[in-house]
């Protein structure tokens, strides 16, 4: 309920969870736009070290990636479709065909 209490519960929890100030060099850092400059310098020092020069991803093949944004013929859908029981869920949604 939107109560006085509910309210002030909330505003407690911003409080509580927001960062008032940091150490930086041995120094006490405060002011919300201070501690913004040095978190927001902090990560870009480190994105422009090139410490995350060396991350590799995985990356999809093209015959995968090909599948992936190819068109579906009507026919894999009929497939699809036709394969499903009522009783049975197509996916991790927890719906099933009896419930269309």
């Not at 310098?41 to 070290?49: G, H, L």
């Amino acid at each position: 309920m939107n109560t006085k209490y509910f309210h002030s519960v909330i505003k407690w929890r911003r409080a509580r969870n927001g960062i008032n100030g940091l150490r930086e060099n041995g120094q006490w850092v405060e002011g919300q736009a201070k501690v913004k400059e040095k978190v927001r310098d902090f990560f870009q020092q480190q994105f422009e070290s090139g410490v995350y020069k060396h991350v590799r991803f995985n990356r999809i093949i093209e015959e995968d990636n090909d599948m992936l944004v190819g068109r579906i013929s009507e026919e894999k859908i009929k497939q699809a479709v036709w394969c499903c029981d009522s009783d049975k869920s197509p996916g991790p949604d927890g719906f099933n065909f009896g419930c269309i």
